[in-house]
């Protein structure tokens, strides 16, 4: 991998981690404790730091920290992490994981797989608002063998927010740039053995120009503005020891305003809307004292509509994917090896129209048997996982997944792993009327890591190096004017993350360095950065408590037509001060410095931007 002059510089900071992160342990007090754990690295619950793929966790004290609002702000700070947007929240935005594509990355909510069955297949995130989340833990590389069809790139698994304890309510409300406003309130807690959870959330933008207007000045000037509202449900009953039932729902609904990706005139309209949402009802066995069972029956749900009736190209549209999920876990306890089995059938669906009397409604079924083995042995840890998926009118496929950590002393740990993984088709890939494609093959990947590991007490620092490359890799031809697998792709890298304690402050930083390429022309992924770096603080004072954050992506190509995107460098702050225990004012600055900077061309990004809030939470 070639390594520029500013790479290298990003090598010097990333050997400087290790150097001085024995020196920050000592600064940190002895009664923390590695206690994070971790559910989506095997199915089954485990100290962070005996994951063997780089798994990191965003707690819920994290995110109120950070003051994000939506789940892309608090990914772009993630190790490995890039996304583009196509205007301010709530407008379409893709996101890369070690240069993998968003249809090449697995997303689920409290275990609920979202697969978007349209020509884009990329699910909305943008819509996801962090009210109702709990935490969010991301798994890196190739984990198919554990969950299936695309978690090339990896898997995010988001936990919305339940209840325990006694019951306790909270509220937030907070007011800003660009007309902005937010609320949300819920209420959660126990009481005997019943669980419950009730949440709500509304946000409300005026927005800005989606589109630079300097770039494209046929585009409307005019703002582009978002509301979401969202909701999260809960409910769970033990029923005796070890046996649990429950239900969760929870969703959003986001409005948003665009422009003409170029095509535009001064006076068109452009509007969408998009309702994301999952729920699942379960039922928890503890059968003896070594088995644990889990069936889920479960929908994941994204409906969008797109309205550019008043343009100058009148078009409107509506998609409706579905994903029926019947999921039965079981983890048995066999000595030191601990046995995770199970099966999944899932319906997939999509049902689209438009006004040019195009219609599409397919579905398909995807069979699934997985199992997976895990010990700890002494100084040494093993996982391996098998899984075989077919799919109606694909051939079978078959993916592992074997990783082995050697803890060679207290704090540090060597890690290594091999993988494969597949991505299925879209339903509209294969047979939307004008560009799907019946003979699409899946795409197929294979991945090597090799890993070190220094943890100490509230200290976890992960470096990990990485090498995947991707066949059959599914894009649209403009040739053809259809999707067809036409080349394949390569990415390998150095990749490092750290979160710990040091006196009174929480840190987080990661560096990333990648080559991503696409083999047929050796020429670089469109949009994807060879460098990512991040760095974030919180320092409590008293009743005060401040952070902030710096994220910087290095050039990236762009569409063919224009030259590469220049690097960019964000920072943001935060405040919080506690007017009692329960009430709290908040502020936050956004891209402090007003830099002008786009993550896609043609598309403008937040200039500075200044919020102001209340949080209360009962105690």
Known sequence: MKICFSRKRFLVLAASFFVFAPVFSQTVSRSLQLEETVVTANRSIQLLTEALPHTTVIGRDLIERSQAVDLPTLLATEAGFQFTQSGGRGTAASLFLRGSASLQVLVLIDGVPLTKQDSTGAVSLEHIMLDQVDHVEIVRGNVSAIYGSGAVGGVIQIFMRKGQGAPKAFAQLEVGAYGSSRASAGISGQTGETRFYVGVGRHRSSGFSAMNTDQYPKENPDADGYSNSNYNLGLSQALGSGQTLGLRAEGSHGEFDSDGGGFGAASDVYKGSTQLGTWS????????????????????????????????????????????????????????????????????????NDSYATQLQRERSV?????????????????????????????????????????????????????????????????????????????????????????????????????????????????????????????????????????????????????????????????????????????????????????????????????????????????????????????????????????????????????????????
Request: net charge neutral; charged share 15%; hydrophobic share 40%.
């Open 281 to 352: 009802v379960y039922s928890h066995n503890q059968f003896t004292r070594d088995w644990r069972s889990q069936l889920t029956f479960s929908q994941g749900r994204e409906r969008s509509v797109y309205d550019a009736r008043l343009s100058a190209y009148p078009y409107d549209s509506e998609a409706v994917t579905r994903s029926r999920t019947l999921s039965w876990s079981n983890h048995v306890a066999l000595g030191d090896w601990l046995l995770t089995a199970g099966a999944e059938s899932q319906r997939q669906s999509i049902d689209s």
């Open 367 to 619: 069979a699934s048997l997985f199992a997976g083995l895990s010990a700890a042995l002494g100084a040494h840890s093993l996982q391996f996982n098998l899984r075989r998926d077919n799919a109606d009118g694909m051939a079978g496929q078959s993916t592992g997944y074997a990783g082995y950590g050697w803890q060679a002393t207290a704090a540090w740990k060597l890690i290594a792993s091999v993988s494969s993984a597949f991505n299925l088709p879209p339903l509209a890939y294969l047979y939307d009327p004008f560009s799907g494609n019946p003979a699409l093959k899946p795409e197929t990947a294979h991945s090597t890591e090799l890993g070190l590991q220094w943890a100490q007490e509230a200290q976890v620092l992960r470096a990990t190096v990485f090498k995947t490359r991707t066949e059959n890799l599914m894009l649209y031809d403009f040739a053809t004017w259809a999707f067809n697998n036409v080349s394949s792709a390569s990415n390998k890298g150095l990749e490092l993350s750290y979160s710990g304690k040091v006196a009174s402050a929480d840190l987080r930083a990661s560096i990333t360095l990648q080559d991503p390429l696409d083999e047929s022309t050796g020429t670089r992924l469109i949009r994807r950065a060879r460098s990512m770096a991040s760095f974030g603080a919180s320092l409590p004072i008293g009743a005060w408590s401040f952070g902030g954050d710096l994220r910087y992506t290095a050039e990236r190509p762009d569409i063919v037509s224009v030259p590469s995107l220049p690097a960019y460098t964000v920072a943001n702050l935060t405040a919080r001060y506690a007017l009692t225990p329960e009430l709290a004012l908040t502020a936050r600055i956004d891209n402090l410095l007003d830099r002008q900077y786009q993550t896609a061309y043609g598309y403008n990004q937040s200039g500075r931007a200044a919020y102001v809030g209340l949080a209360w939470a009962q105690k």
